[in-house]
């Protein structure tokens, strides 16, 4: 059913309140959100990228296939997902399909490197990582690798995008 509900807004008191009141906010999810939209519009774009075009069916049937194999993976509401993917049309998807899992999104800048990586790993352990097979000259699944061994975090599933390496999924 695309129209339950993902997630929900945890209370957080007076301000949440007043958000609520004054209809800035509701107890719906992105994730909803982007579902009811493409319950009503299919066929209409809602990702562009160069000469690409992805309808809203065709995004949510992206970010459906990923929850679910994120699912089959153990991913349930609550578990962490790291992320560092440029602005691909691909990034949407992952992000969509991430709240659609119920997941913790941790997205990561893609410029992001070692140092950087070592803290974010270390502060966050991930169930999920997803990256790029290179971007800019960098093989992020290598980077990942090292991090990953360095910080003694081991996610229960890897995910390339673009490319394909040993032990990660595509």
Not at 78 to 100: F, K, R
Not at 111 to 133: K, M, T
């Amino acid at each position: 059913d695309h129209m339950r509900q993902f997630t929900t807004v945890p209370a957080a008191g007076p301000l949440l309140d007043r958000y609520r009141r004054d209809g800035v906010t509701t107890e719906e999810s992105i994730g909803t959100f982007f579902a009811r939209a493409a319950s009503r519009n299919p066929w209409l774009p809602a990702v562009r990228q160069g000469g690409q075009r992805f309808t809203y069916r065709q995004v949510l049937d992206q970010v459906e296939r990923l929850a679910s194999w994120m699912a089959g993976q153990g991913v349930r509401p609550g578990a962490v997902v790291t992320w560092q993917l440029p602005n691909w049309w691909e990034a949407s998807v992952d992000e969509y399909a991430i709240w659609h899992a119920g997941a913790v999104s941790n997205p990561v800048l893609p410029i992001c490197r070692e140092h950087e990586l070592r803290h974010i790993l270390g502060e966050l352990e991930s169930d999920v990582v997803i990256v790029p097979r290179t971007f800019r000259d960098c093989d992020h699944v290598a980077l990942f690798e090292s991090v990953l061994a360095d910080a003694g975090v081991r996610p229960a599933a890897r995910l390339v995008v673009r490319g394909s390496a040993a032990g990660w999924t595509s």
